[in-house]
């Protein structure tokens, strides 16, 4: 069974910068894309950035584009996302995602496992 483990959030103030990493254990496969959303205070899940798992695609959505950059580390079946310029609209429980098969990114049912969110918290 798949596990992902979110890490690197917490408490930062505006301007700040971040970096989430998600562990991945427990594959038998070879994943196709790992994929970053957020669910902030009183609204719906949202994709954030989505990588495949040989790097040659990565997808933002328009709100992060520039400001954040996801990347993956085979060797440690790590996923990365480092946030920089943060402000309180990025305020948010962050959740990696992996999917064994390929589709739209930005589209959350297409993803099999799922982490249990860290917080980030950026303060004004």
């Known amino acids: 069974q798949v596990q992902l483990v979110e890490s690197g959030g917490g408490l930062v103030q505006a301007g700040d910068s971040l970096r989430l990493a998600c562990a991945a254990s427990?594959?038998?496969?070879?994943?196709?894309?790992m994929a970053w959303f957020r669910q902030a205070p009183g609204k719906k899940r949202e994709f954030v950035a989505g990588?495949?798992?040989?790097?040659?695609?990565?997808y933002y959505t328009d709100s992060v584009k520039g400001q954040f950059t996801v990347s993956i580390n085979n060797a440690l079946d790590t996923a990365y996302l480092q946030m920089s310029s943060l402000n309180s609209e990025d305020t948010a429980v962050y959740y990696c995602?992996?999917?064994?098969?390929?589709?739209?990114?930005?589209?959350?049912?297409?993803?099999?496992?799922w982490g249990l969110g860290t917080q980030d918290t950026v303060s004004s």
């Open positions: 995602a992996q999917t064994l098969k390929p589709g739209t990114l930005r589209d959350d049912c297409l993803f099999d496992y």
């Open positions: 427990g594959r038998t496969s070879r994943p196709h894309a």
């Open positions: 990588i495949t798992w040989d790097s040659s695609f990565m």
